[in-house]
């Protein structure tokens, strides 16, 4: 019994949250939805579980008094952003708005001498357009697959090309910091001495100076230093105390 309340309270608040996404969406007052809130929804009105719920918030908002026309307008483009870039199954679902739809192209509404209701019609007849006729609908939709597709093109070649900079940039910086410290003689030789290496002057200062072998022992000096273990050293030194 418990198990089953929480499988209905978990179902219940899924379905606040998502009239919550589709309010959020075609509300009549603050800024335009945006793109990624439109590709949430059409995502969400794919699962079958969902698209009911999505349905009805919709209906609801076109169903809205005239002076909400930008309610109206805004669920007018979610519609259509759906049947542009959702599964086809979901275009032949849509016909349930088609009536709906069709009245919407003779809204009406003057303000202050201004013709509010414009967008409106001119929307409601280019979807009522896109229903009638799938040739004109099927172009729409392959127009957004190659634009998505491009889209995600560019932002894996960006991430890319952004993901070498920083490798670049990272062994760049390393290699700044190893020359900067083994290319000096004496700086070498005052970090090995501080490491308690024993450093021959002259067999050091003659490496140093021929050419042909001062990469040879700088990459010597390296792997010494990168393999110094100060609890070794340690250890040693206590051992030849006792």
Request: overall charge positive; hydrophobic content about 30%.
């Amino acid at each position: 019994m418990t198990d089953l309340f929480e499988i209905i309270s978990l179902k219940t608040q899924q379905l606040k949250i998502v009239e919550e996404k589709v309010r959020r969406s075609t509300k009549h007052h603050g800024s335009s939805p945006t793109i990624f809130q439109f590709e949430e929804l059409a995502k969400i009105a794919e699962k079958t579980e969902d698209i009911a719920i999505v349905f009805k918030c919709l209906w609801v908002r076109l169903n809205r008094k005239k002076k909400k026309h930008r309610s109206i307008l805004r669920s007018l483009e979610l519609i259509e952003y759906m049947m542009i870039n959702s599964k086809d199954t979901l275009i032949s679902q849509i016909e349930v708005f088609r009536p709906k739809i069709k009245k919407l192209t003779s809204f009406k509404l003057v303000r202050h001498k201004k013709d509010k209701g414009k967008n409106v019609r001119e929307k409601a007849a280019h979807i009522l357009k896109l229903i009638q006729n799938p040739t004109i609908l099927r172009q729409k939709r392959d127009e957004a697959k190659l634009g998505r597709t491009e889209l995600e093109t560019v932002k894996r070649n960006d991430k890319e090309i952004r993901k070498r900079k920083k490798k670049k940039k990272f062994y760049k910086s390393k290699r700044r910091s190893t020359n900067s410290s083994f290319d000096d003689p004496d700086q070498i030789k005052n970090v090995l001495e501080s490491k308690n290496f024993k450093v021959d002057n002259k067999s050091f200062k003659k490496d140093q100076n021929n050419k042909t072998s001062k990469l040879q022992t700088r990459e010597i000096l390296q792997n010494e230093y990168d393999a110094f273990d100060p609890r070794l050293e340690k250890q040693k030194i206590l051992n030849s105390k006792n």
